[in-house]
């Protein structure tokens, strides 16, 4: 039975940090075994935790067929497979539905592979850091916004997808789209409504969290948006009138 994990395997096969190590032979009585650490990108090291409770593994064939399968909290320590060439899955399990998730807002989506040739009588060990596919937005609104305007609508939009977020929620997105249009609608306190149009954000990244923080506008410059994107890869400044 084919399953799920093929929507990132092209990415899986790129982002992935691994190491393989071989054992043998003469001391396995003929075995071929497949020793495995793996773990989230950016969760405890594979070296102090042998397997992420969070992660699957789909073991595939030469032909790509499925050959073994493990659920997330179920990988034993030791597979033992025949000789061959294999790929080895390390994924959540949200591969097909993770964009569903928290009424579609969606939640973080995992995929590595590593492709691996199995000998007779060898042990093989592979490490394997696992990253985030998917990315995360969400919107940061200026303190007593809430004092000043009683109705707001914060939207993004990226391919066929588009989700209405609150303050404090984050929604996930693929890459597939190169990027997402955020948008904010506002009525004030007398009823009076102001609204940006949507506006383009590109160059998105898998693991990457961005978060979009409002301001005030002042006599002296239009309120602006400060987009902020973790691990240091710097702001973006993107000046609206609202």
């Not at 994990?5 to 071989?22: D, E, H, S, V």
């Not at 998730?101 to 000998?119: D, I, N």
């Not at 060898?122 to 490490?127: D, L, N, Q």
């Not at 904010?184 to 506006?199: M, R």
């Amino acid at each position: 039975m084919k399953r799920y994990l093929y929507t990132y395997y092209i990415f899986g096969i790129f982002a992935l940090i691994a190491c393989q190590q071989m054992e043998g032979p003469g001391t396995l009585g003929g075995e071929c075994i497949l020793e495995l650490e793996v773990a989230r990108a950016g969760k405890p090291s594979v070296t102090s935790r042998a397997v992420d409770a969070d992660l699957a593994v789909t073991i595939l064939d030469a032909n790509g067929e499925e050959y073994l399968f493990y659920p997330a909290g179920n990988i034993p320590k030791k597979i033992v497979l025949e000789p061959g060439v294999f790929t080895v899955c390390a994924h959540t399990e949200n591969q097909n539905n993770w964009h569903t998730a928290q009424g579609g807002k969606g939640e973080p989506c995992y995929f590595a592979s590593q492709q691996v040739e199995m000998e007779y009588d060898h042990r093989t060990r592979i490490s394997m850091s696992v990253p985030m596919v998917n990315y995360a937005v969400e919107v940061d609104l200026p303190d007593l916004f809430d004092n000043l305007f009683k109705v707001y609508q914060f939207t993004l939009k990226s391919g066929e997808r588009e989700v209405a977020v609150r303050e404090g929620e984050k929604a996930y997105f693929d890459l597939s789209a190169g990027g997402f249009f955020y948008s904010l609608s506002v009525t004030n306190t007398d009823g009076v409504s102001h609204a940006h149009s949507p506006i383009w954000f590109f160059d998105v990244q898998g693991g990457k969290h961005y978060l979009l923080r409002y301001h005030y506008a002042s006599e002296a410059m239009s309120g602006n948006v400060e987009i902020e994107i973790t691990d240091d890869m710097g702001t973006d400044d993107t000046y609206i009138d609202l």
